[in-house]
């Protein structure tokens, strides 16, 4: 009887605490927090990369035109990188999982891009973004680089 005793509440400690370390760990959202349905159908502008202790702000006060942008509909995530437009699918998950598919693209040679972050490594940080988070109004994508660091995509 004491091994069940002791099994039963093995169980409902693995069954109660593990989920838990994974929501929290996960970005557990309460009922008030955002869902991706906040995200979709609004025109998204890169404002900010964060890659470790590197940030990269993008001033947009003299630019005539809209450039790094994302906007996601029915699975389909549209924008524009430097020069060119772009599209890929992308599905969500539990835990703010956020999958993106290879970008396809215009082929125009940009002939203007951010300082320290080019068209291409726009375009392969969106296809490595791993989850998704709406803070204070922006959008954060959580992706990283081909060393493995991570890096976000900060639109508002």
Known sequence: MIVSVKKTIITVFLFSFIPA???????????????????QDKFWKL???????????????????????????AGLLIGAGADNAYFASYTTGEYNALSIGMISSSRVVPLYEIKNFTEYQYFMCLEK????DLRDGKLELYTYDRNGDRIILIFF
């Not at 973004?129 to 998704?132: A, G, H, K, L, P």
């Open 21 to 39: 370390v994974f929501s929290y760990a996960g970005g557990n959202r309460a009922a008030d927090d955002a869902t991706f349905s906040e995200v």
């Open 129 to 132: 973004v791993n989850y998704w």
């Open 47 to 73: 404002t900010e990369v964060k890659n470790g202790s590197t940030v990269i702000n993008i001033d947009r006060t003299n630019i005539m035109r809209d450039f790094y942008t994302a906007k996601f509909q």
